[in-house]
């Protein structure tokens, strides 16, 4: 009991702070890495509800990201409907497109299931690269800026983009603790653990993938229209960039697979890195970005396979048998 | 017309040989160690850098530093094995696909700070002979590349075939519990097959070399393609790996031929899907894991 409480004072005070963020930094140099970080944590966050839990380990995600963005500025540029209408629409979508090509790679398992991912993600990129008359091919399309547009998901404040993704972060992180305390996360689990004895006792496993999978596409989609509402702009390899595929898997991996809180630590600590790289080293660092970030995920697989949160659970654990230790010796006769 | 369809089927063939020794070394791997390599794109890339330097620094022609860019390659091949795959085998996916996956992204951006994105690349005496054949034509380098990649393909099976450690590299894959029984020592033939697999990639970079430029990205070209080719010719096998290999450089080559130069590759995803789609099991039929 009172171990919850001390949980929800935690979750207050870091909501608090989190608010106040933006108020209190003003640069805004600062502030865009805060985006960037709430952004990627969400992307993690929502890439880990499919390859946290159930272990379906997909490097495609920049599918739904891709198409979550394109369809988005379609509407806008085309119709000009307001990208907040658009984020939605991309995310059904997505969730659409994940239904053929869940139905196509989970055929595979294991790392072949992974590779379907990424071809898949990659032949969308082709597609959108050739057929240039649908949207915009190579070129790509600058998106109109209009000012002070809070309706059409444009402010002049960083500090409001900053509100938007974070509120995106929430409602990720809301979504996966519903599913960890309901009957669908302790299937995912037993789908991660192994999927054949899942199935032997009664667990669905085509359709809870399906259905995790179609969630966790919808996520990422509303993470692909926010990113180029954020950064006016739009090409097939920003859209669908591999990068964007590895970064989901890769801070999920290192913060805790299949924790909720693992893809925040994990991008806090990988994003932070990277700036701290950047400032150090100029900008002329995508080398040594990634191998460094390709260093720390080996070292995590390597050594903790179970991320930071399993390396923070791991210390609380050793702590509380120290302070048991004592009081069971004094209640011993 | 038909000199065209012609034309492009023998390219495809021509390249189909190097997709076939990456892929080969793929499904060695997949085969005898069980995992994926997701790195293997970037050893071809390794040994297009050591052919390169080789030559332009020491003036010594690619066909001849395959006996040095393959026994390197193997060496590499066991330590990688060694240090770090063997650490993480066992019924755990996840530490699999990003150890292997970390790797490549680790090499591929080593190569993009010590050598920078250029392209480079190399011009030997036969880069742009070519034979004749009727209106066909038959490009020196690509054909000497072909027969190779063929010739070692064919040593490999006849290894695997013939000798106690390929026959013990199969025991080991087909019934590993097995094999460690009949006293075969897995740690041993699976460095060994993880340095073949590697071999055989720094073969198809040496080989590439005289008509394919270096940098750090090309590896990803070459194991998209290999693992396509790996499913389609049925997770594991050797034989499988080569004729779909072959098969996927043919349908590039027709597809960059008739659909336009930048359709290469949705060709050849097209055939993955559709591989998926109908038969997930590849072309040899058996099982999926």
């Not at chain 1, 399993?310 to 509380?320: A, I, K, P, S, T």
């Not at chain 2, 390169?52 to 026994?71: A, E, K, Q, R």
């Not at chain 2, 087909?174 to 993880?194: E, Y």
Request: hydrophobic share 55%.
């Amino acid at each position: 009991m009172q171990g919850s409480s001390l949980k929800i004072a935690a979750l207050v005070v870091l909501a608090i702070v989190l608010l106040a963020l933006p108020q209190v930094v003003e640069s805004s140099f600062a502030i865009d890495i805060f985006v960037r970080i709430l952004l990627f944590s969400f992307i993690g966050v929502a890439w880990n509800l499919m390859g946290g839990y159930a272990k379906q380990l997909s490097l495609g995600h920049a599918a739904y990201f891709g198409l979550g963005a394109y369809t988005s500025t379609l509407m806008q540029i085309n119709y000009g409907i307001s990208p907040w209408i658009g984020m939605v629409a991309g995310g059904v979508v997505a969730a659409a497109a994940s239904l053929p090509i869940g139905w196509l790679c989970f055929r595979l398992r294991g790392p072949y299931f992974t590779i379907a991912t990424i071809a898949t993600a990659q032949a969308l990129m082709l597609i959108f690269l050739k057929f240039r008359d649908f949207a915009w091919g190579a070129e790509g399309i600058t998106i109109p800026i209009l000012g002070n547009a809070p309706l059409m998901l444009q402010f002049e404040s960083k500090a409001a983009y900053y509100y938007v993704v974070l509120g995106l972060l929430a409602l990720g992180l809301l979504i996966t603790y519903k599913i960890e305390q309901s009957w669908m996360g302790y299937y995912l689990v037993a789908i991660g653990e192994d999927e054949d004895a899942a199935e032997a006792i009664g667990v669905n496993a085509p359709r809870i993938k399906r259905d995790v999978y179609m969630l966790s596409a919808f996520l990422t989609a509303l993470a692909g229209t926010f990113y180029v509402q954020y950064i006016y702009f739009i090409d097939p390899p920003t859209a669908f960039s591999l990068n964007i595929s590895i970064e989901a898997a890769l801070v999920a991996i290192v913060g805790g697979i299949g924790t909720l809180w693992g893809p925040v630590i994990g991008t806090l600590l990988l994003e932070t890195t990277s700036t701290l790289l950047q400032s150090w080293l100029g900008s002329n660092t995508g080398g040594i970005q990634l191998t460094v970030y390709a260093l720390i995920l080996m070292a995590v697989i390597l050594w903790r396979p179970n991320g930071l949160m399993g390396f923070v659970n791991e210390l609380l654990q050793r702590r509380r048998e120290q302070q048991q230790k004592p009081a069971r010796a004094r209640t011993a006769p | 017309m038909l000199e065209t369809v012609a034309q492009a089927v023998i390219n495809g063939l021509l390249i189909g040989g190097i997709y076939a020794l990456v892929s080969i070394g793929v499904t060695l791997i997949f085969g005898v160690v069980k995992i994926v390599n997701f790195a293997q794109g970037e050893f071809v890339m390794i040994g297009m850098y050591i052919t390169f330097f080789l030559f332009n620094y020491l003036g010594i022609d690619p066909l001849l530093s395959l006996f040095i860019s393959m026994p390197v390659l193997f060496v590499i091949g066991m330590l990688v094995q060694h240090f770090l795959i063997r650490r993480v085998l066992g019924p755990n996916d996840m530490p699999q696909i990003f150890l292997t996956f970390a790797l490549s992204l680790l090499l591929l951006n080593l190569a993009l700070l010590l050598f920078s994105a250029d392209y480079r690349t190399i011009h030997t005496s036969y880069s742009d002979a070519a034979f004749h054949l009727g209106g066909l034509y038959v490009p020196e380098a690509k054909l000497i590349a072909f027969v190779v990649a063929m010739a070692l393909s064919g040593a490999l099976w006849i290894f695997l075939r013939t000798t106690d450690l390929g026959k013990a590299m199969r025991a080991a894959s087909q019934k590993p519990d097995v094999a460690v029984l009949m006293g075969i020592n897995p740690n041993r033939v699976f460095a060994v097959a993880f340095g073949a697999a590697l071999a055989l990639a720094g073969a198809a970079g040496s080989l590439l070399m005289p008509f394919y430029s270096a940098y750090p990205f090309v590896g990803q070209v070459f194991v998209l393609m290999a693992f396509v080719a790996v499913v389609l010719g049925t997770l594991g096998n050797v034989v499988g790996a080569l004729v779909a290999s072959l098969m996927m450089g043919v349908a590039e080559s027709l597809g960059i031929q008739f659909v336009g130069a930048d359709s290469g590759l949705i060709v050849v995803f097209a055939m993955f899907l559709l591989t998926l789609a109908f038969k997930p099991t590849g072309l040899g039929g058996g099982r999926v894991r």
